[in-house]
């Protein structure tokens, strides 16, 4: 088993729908995690980070972590073509971090 | 002012030849990390620098080896490369404990190399 899981997709959406990613982890030791977005031929980008189970919202991204069932989702609401790129998710403790093989996302207009 | 920067962008070399590739941050940070993603944009963890000191390698072939000079800078030097190396290399840098979580905030824009 993975440490990270993650459906690669793709996943193509109309522009405008809110879009749901998912990630699960099996090492409850990590205790950083993340998303990040990355555009084609270019480096992965921090969107949002979290710490401790619960939500956290910037702009139209959210993210969420459930630490009883080692759970974690970004949403995008509103999503735009801007938004078409592959969301990595990762997962830290101490210095390490483990990556999500990512979802490719498609945002149609 | 770009954040991270690696040189070459691009690599394209011979089986068994020798290379390296540079990184640089301008942050401050005192973490600094590469990675490789393979084709299937899996991206794994190899070597972790804290204050120019080792503090991750993670079972990569003894052919890859990081030098850090100083704390804004970490190079990897491949020897001998395989077919297998062709990927794209990323280095990346987190800021202190505290400050984003000391997540790989920044990471460059990759070097593509393709062994052939």
């Known amino acids: 088993q993975k440490e990270v899981e993650q459906d690669p997709g793709p996943l193509s959406v109309p522009e405008g729908a809110i879009v749901s990613l998912n990630c699960t982890y099996s090492?409850?030791?990590?205790?950083?995690f993340m998303w990040y977005r990355q555009y084609s031929r270019k480096g992965p980008e921090l969107l949002m980070y979290t710490y401790s189970s619960g939500n956290k919202e910037d702009g139209r991204f959210t993210a969420q972590v459930d630490k009883s069932s080692k759970y974690i989702s970004l949403f995008i609401r509103d999503s735009q073509p801007s938004d078409s790129a592959t969301y990595l998710c990762a997962i830290k403790g101490g210095f390490k971090t483990i990556f999500g093989a990512g979802t490719r996302l498609f945002v149609k207009a | 002012d770009t954040a991270v920067s690696q040189t070459p962008k691009y690599l394209v070399t011979q089986m068994g030849n020798d290379k390296s590739i540079k990184c640089e941050q301008n942050?401050?940070?005192?973490?600094m990390y590469w990675y490789k993603q393979d084709s299937k944009k899996f991206l794994k963890i190899m070597f972790s620098y804290n204050n120019k000191e080792l503090i991750i390698n993670e079972t990569v072939p003894n052919r890859f080896s990081p030098k850090s000079p100083d704390k804004a800078h970490l190079n990897l030097h491949i020897n001998s490369l395989e077919l297998g190396d062709s990927a794209v290399y990323f280095c990346?840098?987190?800021?202190?404990?505290?400050?984003?979580?000391?997540?790989?905030?920044?990471f460059g824009q990759g070097t593509r190399l393709t062994v052939v």
């Open positions: 090492n409850s030791a990590f205790q950083y």
């Open positions: 942050l401050g940070h005192d973490t």
């Open positions: 990346a840098s987190s800021p202190p404990q505290g400050v984003l979580g000391n997540t790989e905030a920044f």
